[in-house]
């Protein structure tokens, strides 16, 4: 599967020409959503299953950084998952230095829409189970 790229937009830069530190927060966002789609379950469809998956704590380490105009190469990996929580590691790499510039992970919890109540994803979606235990299983990002 092909890493998520982003490339660094000038207003994500701070006054010295780095990226702001929150940046890196909206790209493993950016990351999560476009892995989602490529597992063939996509945030439109989680929604449309009645399922959401909030954010229940991020953490970024910063290693390098990033300047407009960088592309930064997201690999994403499930690394725990029990069937309602999931943790997504990411690891952010400047294609052209080859040097990693932050590496971070997000733990979410799965969840009814309508009840806003946590669920066991292999009891509302087994397909879905599938596809996160598949992920956690492989070797590298």
Known sequence: ??????????????????????????????????WLDKIGIGFDKLEEMGISSPILSVNCKYKNGSTFGDSIEIKTKVTKYNGVKITISYEMTNIKTKEIVATGDTELCFINLKTRKPIILKKENLELDKKMKEDLLKEEY
């Not at 000038?10 to 999560?32: C, F, K, P, Q």
Request: hydrophobic content about 30%; overall charge negative.
């Open 1 to 34: 599967m092909e890493n998520y790229v982003h490339k660094v937009q000038y207003y994500e830069t701070d006054r010295m020409g780095l990226v702001h530190h929150s940046n890196y927060i909206r790209w493993m966002e950016e990351a999560r959503i476009d």
